[in-house]
Every structure is written in C-alpha cells, then in structure tokens.
C-alpha cells in the first residue's frame, strides 16, 4: 500500500473512532423525565450514525487508492519541518503552564518569541521586546476597550499599580 | 416595510457620526485583515465578539459588516500583489492579477478589482434591499418542518456540493454538528457529550472553534510545511487605469456582479464557483486583440470579472443570512452567533421586530462600499506595505490574539488545552483536504436545526412523516437528495456517454 493512502487510512479510521465516541456518549445521556416527543438522544444517535458512515466511506475510500495523491499541494509540499513543529509547539505548551502563575502578558510573550522562532526569526531579544509591547497593548486593549475580563499578571498588576489604579 | 421606506430610514440612521464610525473602523480593521494573509473576517469577527456585551447591536453590526465587505477588497490585493490569495474567493484574481503585476501592471489590476468591487458591491448590496423582503414575505410562511428541510438543504449545500470531495466535506459537516451537541439539551435540561467534564455542560465556545480552525490551525499547518525564503511582493506602481483598461473592464465587472449574486443568495452561498465561472466566461468572451494576454502577460479582465462576482456573492450571503436565519459561509455563521449574543433571532421576524437595525445595517452597506473604493486606491502604497510584515512575527501576533480571545471567554487552561486539540486537528484537516467553513456552520446551525425538527415533531405528535408530507418541507428535501446525488448521477452517466 502506498504511504499516501497509508495516512488517508489513518484519518478513515480516526473518523470512525469519533464517531464511536458520540456513540459511546450519546448511550450515556441520562434518559429524560420530561415527556417530548423527541427527547435528548435521537439527534447524538444520529450524528454518531453519520460519523460512522463517513468514517466507513473515508476508509473505503482510502482502501482504493486514497486522495491525497490528487491533492496539488501535498505532491508540491516540503519535507515536515521537525524543528519548525517542535518550536511553535513548545510555545503553545509554554503558554498553557504559565498563564496562570505569570498572567497572560508574560505567557504570551514567552509563546511568541518562540512561534517567531519556528517561523525562522534570529533576533530573539527585538521579538522579546516586541512581544512585550504588544501583548500589554492587547491586554489593555481587550480588557479596557472590549471589557473582555482577563485577570491581571504579575506585569499588568505591576503596570496599573505604577498608574495608581486599582486591580480589576 | 418597503424597500424605499426602509433605506429612508436606514439612512437616517447610518449617517449619524458614531455608525459612520463603526463602518469607518470596520472598513479599515476589515481592510487590513484581508491585506494580512492567514487572517480573514471570521476569525477577526470571533475575537471581535465580547464587543457585543460593550455596544449597542446597530454599531457592533455596522463594524462587522464593514469588516466583511472590507476583508475581500483587501484579499485582492494580497492576491495581485504576493500571488497567494488569503481566502477562496480571490483565488481566481491571483491567476491574471500576479500575472499583470509581474509585467508592471499591478496598479491598473488593484485599480480594476477595486472598482469592480465597488460596482459589484452597490449592485448586491441593491439586490440585499429589494430581494430581502420579498424572501421575508414568502419565509413568514415557512413552518418548522419546513425551516429543518431548508437547513438540511443548506447543510448539503456548503459542505457537499462545494469544493473537493462530497465525503469530506460531509465528514467536516459533522464534527460541526457533533460540536455543537456538547453541553446541556436546551429542551430537556440534559447534559449531552460532555465526558462528565463540568466545563463542557456550557457547550464548547464558537469562539474558540473559529479560532482554533482559523488561527491554530493554519499557523500549525504553515510550520510544518515551513521552508525559508521570503516571498516577492511586486511594486504598486500608479494605479491610475488607461482609456482602454476601463473600456475592458466595465462589462466584466457588470456580468460578474450579475453572475455572483444570485450564487451568494442561494444556500450554496460560496465564492469559488461564481469567479470561477466569471473566469471562464470572461476568457471567452475577450476581444481577439487581447486573447492572448490570458495565462501570458495577464488580462485586465480576468481580473475585473471574478473580482465583481466575489464581491457580490459575498454580498448575496447575507440575503439568506438576514432573511433566513441561514448562515453559508464561515463569517455568515460567526455573525450569526453575534445576533444570538444580543438575543436576536436572525430570519423573517427580524425584518420586522428590528427593522430599524436591519435596514440601517443595508444602508451602512452603501456607506461601507464608498468609503473601501476611498479607503483602497488612495491608500493602496499603506496596505502594500503591510503585507512586508515579516512572517515569523505575523505569525507569532496572530497566536497572541488566539489566546487572548480563547482566554478571556472564562480565563480557563481547560479552553486553551481544548483550543490547541482542535487545533492540531484543523491541521490534519487542512493536510488532507477537509474544508472548514462546514464545521463551523454546522455547529451554530446544527443546534437551530435540532430545535426546528423537535418543534416540527411535537406539532405533528411524533409523526416522522411530516417532513415528506407537507409539501414546501418535502420539495426541499428533494432538493438537497438531489444537490447531494445528482452531481454523481450525472458525472456517471457522462461517463457512461463518453
């Protein structure tokens, strides 16, 4: 089998897998005790029933032949990335751990020199600087203008307290 | 409400200071996120959203349709000027307009595309105040039955018969609705798909999905793919257009209008197929004189045409999106989750019960459509220069602007750990070949739909058959049977002819 059809199998099958899951939840939905004609469950059933049919479909599909050999853009693609991957992935992980010790300004900055550098940027300390600008500029942006309720890192709670404002 | 009495009022209301701010505003942002490749109008919508809790819903809307209507102007630019159109639609453009700037001629195809889009989007916007109350009056008569049928209908439409592949798209389609199931079942107060994770009984975010197929997804799919060397943006030059270049292009820019219209309008609301056929109509109808500057040097009017019939199609979407309640495209779906947040529903009852706010929307259309032609070709040396925004730091901003908008929805790790995962699958998806604007339209719609279908059936006291047997309800079943089979039928039957 051909390794284009041999990924085309794998999305088949993860299709087919989702689809099990809402099967496997839509078993689970307690039944209702309010009287309807339709309760809860016939639309999670139903879509489970379509999941699975598609999921069945994609592998057939993928059985003869697959399609990403018609696809222009993969025949075109570069080789993976690796280093590209592993930077911008590291930047979401980073972001995930410290934006709730160090608030959203510092999380996001540290995510987004990293996603630069996947992204090939050499000159770390600019985008540092960079970054910094613009995520408190965005944070101000959405909590003062778009009233958007993000609590306050260590550097915005710095910052309003060098302003002589209370913390939101 | 007529047509006439309803732009008199609309207009009142639009030329005030402050909503012709907003469309001022919505013109620019929408503008400069269609220059931007990797960022479109749903995306910018979705984290524009909180605004509803800020502004009153005439001002938030008149922004968001600026930003819609801005965002295509500004695709023709990126497609003309860096040969890589940002979204569907200016795919088209970027085949003779890159054409025309590599031999010099980049001002009269920014100059082309702009006024075209400009006459296309007057011509639609025209459409959007005459057609929209007549659809009004027939959809009053609509049922529940037959509001499910029509979303069934508008459910195979976008995801079955647009792009690639049937099956795929019917497989986006679905993990929108599977989506759209989590949380608690409205009707009966049950907890539904939620793996017994307390933070999934409020549903998962439209917000975050938009952004996760939008922004994570797209940045991820790019790093994989990442080679270095930057890309080639072409010098604007004057964007001044000769004698000849208008005598070309004002009737492809009229047949593309009147060719993109009515695809917006329809349930298929795309912009792949009307370019496309503008494309193909316009490459055949050239003066000889000129043929040859198809796929060589670039012709002005394969610019001119599909340019128009995206802008009006684009304008058409919002015909069945207003009317209806029906959204076709992803940034129809995310304005449709904007109506909800201020508990309006979008469909025949709102040209009535809020008919002061739809028809000063249509008017701030007229408004936004001159004010883009003034914003773009004086302006047209700014936008250019944003598209020299380097690509590590474009890039690196855009997944600052995904967090802020995912994180401040409950200032919960939980929706970013979720927002990465869908991240990482909107990749896979862009890898082979999924579209994306069916998920998020069959999560928004997908709950309406359920709602309709168990209205429909507590009228009818559990008889399924109601949906076959009422008339309006079963020909539109028909219609979607044969939007999904007929393609098929046909191609096999050719192929059989052959």
């Given at each position: 089998?051909?390794?284009?059809?041999?990924?085309?199998?794998?999305?088949?099958?993860?299709?087919?897998?989702?689809?099990?899951?809402?099967?496997?939840?839509?078993?689970?939905?307690?039944?209702?005790?309010?009287?309807?004609?339709?309760?809860?469950?016939?639309?999670?059933?139903?879509?489970?029933?379509?999941?699975?049919?598609?999921g069945?479909?994609?592998?057939?599909?993928?059985?003869?032949?697959?399609?990403s050999?018609t696809?222009?853009?993969?025949?075109?693609?570069p080789p993976?990335?690796?280093?590209?991957l592993?930077?911008?992935?590291?930047?979401?992980?980073?972001n995930?751990?410290?934006?709730?010790?160090?608030?959203?300004?510092?999380?996001?900055?540290?995510?987004?020199?990293?996603?630069?550098a996947?992204?090939g940027?050499?000159?770390?300390?600019?985008?540092?600087?960079?970054?910094?600008v613009?995520?408190?500029?965005v944070?101000?942006?959405?909590?003062?203008l778009?009233?958007?309720?993000?609590g306050?890192g260590?550097?915005?709670?710095?910052?309003?307290?060098?302003?002589?404002?209370e913390?939101? | 409400?007529?047509?006439?009495?309803?732009?008199?009022?609309?207009?009142?209301?639009?030329?005030t200071?402050?909503n012709?701010?907003?469309?001022l505003?919505?013109?620019?942002?929408?503008?400069?996120v269609?220059?931007?490749?990797?960022?479109g109008?749903?995306?910018?919508?979705?984290?524009?959203?909180?605004?509803?809790?800020?502004?009153?819903?005439?001002?938030a809307?008149?922004?968001?349709c600026?930003?819609?209507?801005?965002?295509?102007?500004?695709?023709s630019?990126?497609?003309?000027?860096?040969?890589?159109?940002?979204?569907s639609?200016?795919?088209?453009?970027?085949?003779?307009?890159?054409?025309m700037?590599?031999?010099?001629?980049?001002?009269?195809?920014?100059?082309?595309?702009?006024?075209?889009?400009?006459v296309?989007?007057?011509?639609?916007?025209?459409?959007?105040?005459?057609l929209?109350?007549v659809?009004?009056?027939?959809?009053?008569?609509?049922?529940?039955?037959?509001?499910?049928?029509?979303?069934v209908?508008?459910?195979?439409?976008?995801?079955?018969?647009?792009?690639?592949?049937?099956?795929?798209?019917?497989t986006?389609?679905?993990?929108?609705?599977?989506?759209?199931?989590?949380?608690?079942?409205?009707?009966?107060?049950?907890?539904?798909?939620?793996?017994?994770?307390?933070?999934?009984?409020?549903g998962v975010?439209?917000?975050?999905?938009?952004?996760?197929?939008?922004?994570?997804?797209?940045?991820?799919?790019?790093?994989?793919?990442?080679h270095?060397?930057?890309?080639v943006v072409?010098?604007?030059?004057s964007i001044?257009?000769?004698?000849s270049?208008?005598?070309?292009?004002?009737?492809?820019?009229?047949?593309?209008s009147?060719?993109?219209?009515?695809?917006?309008?329809?349930?298929?609301g795309?912009?792949?197929?009307?370019?496309?056929?503008?494309y193909?109509?316009?490459r055949?109808?050239?003066?000889?004189?000129?043929?040859?500057?198809?796929?060589?040097?670039?012709?002005?009017e394969?610019?001119a045409g599909?340019e128009?019939?995206?802008?009006?199609?684009?304008?058409?979407?919002?015909?069945?999106?207003?009317t209806?309640g029906l959204?076709?495209?992803?940034?129809?779906?995310?304005?449709?989750?904007a109506?909800?947040?201020?508990?309006i529903?979008?469909?025949?009852?709102?040209?009535?019960?809020?008919?002061?706010l739809?028809?000063t929307?249509?008017a701030?259309?007229?408004?936004?459509?001159?004010?883009l032609?003034?914003?773009?070709?004086?302006?047209?040396?700014?936008?250019a220069?944003?598209?020299?925004?380097?690509?590590?730091?474009?890039?690196?901003?855009i997944?600052v602007f995904?967090?802020i908008?995912?994180?401040g929805?409950s200032?919960s790790?939980v929706?970013?750990?979720?927002?990465?995962?869908?991240?990482?699958?909107?990749?896979?998806m862009?890898?082979?070949?999924?579209?994306t604007?069916?998920?998020?339209?069959?999560?928004?719609?997908?709950p309406?739909?359920?709602?309709?279908?168990?209205?429909?059936?507590?009228?009818?006291?559990?008889?399924?058959?109601?949906?076959?047997?009422?008339?309006?309800?079963?020909?539109?079943?028909?219609?979607?049977?044969?939007?999904?089979?007929?393609?098929?039928?046909?191609?096999a039957?050719?192929?059989?002819?052959?």
């Amino acid at each position: 089998m051909h390794e284009l059809a041999r990924a085309d199998l794998k999305v088949g099958g993860f299709v087919l897998a989702l689809g099990g899951l809402a099967l496997w939840q839509a078993t689970a939905i307690p039944v209702s005790p309010l009287y309807g004609q339709v309760g809860p469950k016939a639309v999670p059933y139903g879509v489970a029933a379509v999941l699975l049919a598609l999921g069945a479909g994609l592998v057939a599909q993928a059985l003869r032949g697959g399609w990403s050999h018609t696809l222009e853009e993969v025949q075109d693609a570069p080789p993976t990335n690796w280093r590209a991957l592993a930077l911008l992935g590291a930047g979401l992980l980073a972001n995930i751990a410290l934006i709730g010790p160090l608030g959203f300004s510092l999380a996001a900055s540290v995510q987004f020199v990293l996603v630069a550098a996947a992204f090939g940027s050499r000159r770390l300390g600019r985008d540092a600087v960079l970054a910094l600008v613009l995520t408190l500029a965005v944070w101000f942006g959405f909590v003062m203008l778009l009233g958007v309720n993000i609590g306050a890192g260590l550097l915005e709670g710095g910052i309003l307290r060098l302003l002589g404002q209370e913390l939101p | 409400m007529s047509a006439f009495e309803g732009l008199a009022l609309g207009f009142g209301h639009a030329l005030t200071l402050g909503n012709l701010g907003w469309a001022l505003l919505g013109c620019f942002l929408g503008t400069a996120v269609g220059v931007l490749p990797g960022i479109g109008p749903a995306l910018t919508i979705a984290l524009l959203l909180p605004i509803t809790f800020q502004v009153e819903a005439t001002g938030a809307f008149i922004l968001f349709c600026g930003i819609f209507y801005g965002a295509m102007y500004g695709g023709s630019t990126t497609s003309i000027l860096l040969n890589t159109p940002g979204e569907s639609g200016s795919i088209i453009t970027a085949l003779e307009g890159a054409k025309m700037a590599r031999n010099g001629r980049a001002g009269p195809a920014l100059a082309t595309a702009a006024i075209g889009s400009f006459v296309a989007g007057t011509i639609g916007t025209l459409g959007i105040s005459f057609l929209g109350p007549v659809v009004v009056d027939f959809a009053l008569k609509l049922g529940p039955a037959e509001y499910f049928s029509l979303m069934v209908l508008c459910f195979v439409t976008v995801s079955a018969v647009l792009g690639g592949s049937a099956l795929r798209g019917l497989t986006s389609l679905a993990f929108g609705l599977l989506l759209g199931l989590v949380g608690i079942d409205l009707q009966t107060g049950q907890p539904r798909m939620t793996f017994g994770i307390p933070e999934l009984l409020d549903g998962v975010n439209v917000v975050l999905v938009a952004v996760a197929l939008f922004a994570v997804g797209e940045t991820l799919y790019l790093a994989w793919r990442h080679h270095e060397g930057a890309a080639v943006v072409r010098p604007v030059g004057s964007i001044l257009m000769s004698r000849s270049d208008w005598k070309r292009s004002w009737k492809p820019w009229l047949r593309g209008s009147f060719l993109g219209f009515p695809f917006g309008v329809m349930p298929a609301g795309g912009t792949e197929m009307p370019t496309m056929l503008s494309y193909y109509a316009e490459r055949r109808l050239v003066a000889p004189e000129h043929a040859a500057e198809f796929g060589t040097t670039g012709a002005i009017e394969g610019v001119a045409g599909p340019e128009a019939a995206n802008n009006a199609a684009a304008a058409g979407i919002l015909v069945p999106m207003l009317t209806l309640g029906l959204p076709t495209s992803a940034t129809a779906a995310i304005m449709l989750s904007a109506f909800q947040s201020y508990g309006i529903n979008p469909g025949p009852l709102l040209f009535e019960q809020q008919s002061a706010l739809v028809w000063t929307l249509i008017a701030s259309l007229y408004v936004a459509n001159i004010m883009l032609v003034v914003l773009n070709l004086p302006l047209v040396g700014l936008w250019a220069r944003i598209l020299k925004v380097p690509q590590p730091q474009l890039y690196a901003g855009i997944l600052v602007f995904a967090t802020i908008g995912t994180y401040g929805i409950s200032n919960s790790v939980v929706d970013l750990v979720l927002l990465y995962g869908i991240g990482v699958v909107a990749m896979f998806m862009r890898r082979f070949d999924f579209p994306t604007a069916p998920v998020v339209i069959g999560m928004i719609l997908g709950p309406m739909a359920e709602q309709a279908m168990r209205q429909a059936l507590t009228i009818s006291q559990g008889d399924w058959t109601t949906f076959v047997t009422r008339p309006g309800s079963a020909v539109l079943l028909v219609v979607a049977v044969a939007a999904l089979v007929g393609p098929r039928v046909w191609g096999a039957w050719r192929g059989r002819a052959a």
